[in-house]
């Protein structure tokens, strides 16, 4: 299993669970049948921005109502000059939670050491 949430913490694997858990051999094998219900991750850009988007986060009242400007104006000027696409695949990436989830068992830890 790679790449997953349990507890709000990202984990690239099994093995730093084991560790994070602070988890020993000897103790694993004496323990009674146990699991982790995880939640799967993806990789998902951080924001995916376009011309709404920006529209959005500014504030309504910062477009001049005597300048002539509404959003469909602003839109069309933002996207005439910004290259979305090329931003979108320059931004960075994180790790999320999907809401799938997934039960490492006490064997698939046995299988880390």
Known sequence: ???FFYNEMFFEDIEQLIEAEQLQLEELLKMEEFFYEVQKASLEPIAVID???IIENIPQCDF???SGYTQGNFAAILTKHIDFDRLNNDLPKVWRPLNEVHTITKEDLLNFF
């Open 1 to 3: 299993m790679e790449n």
């Open 51 to 53: 011309a709404d988007w």
């Open 64 to 66: 001049p109502d005597d």
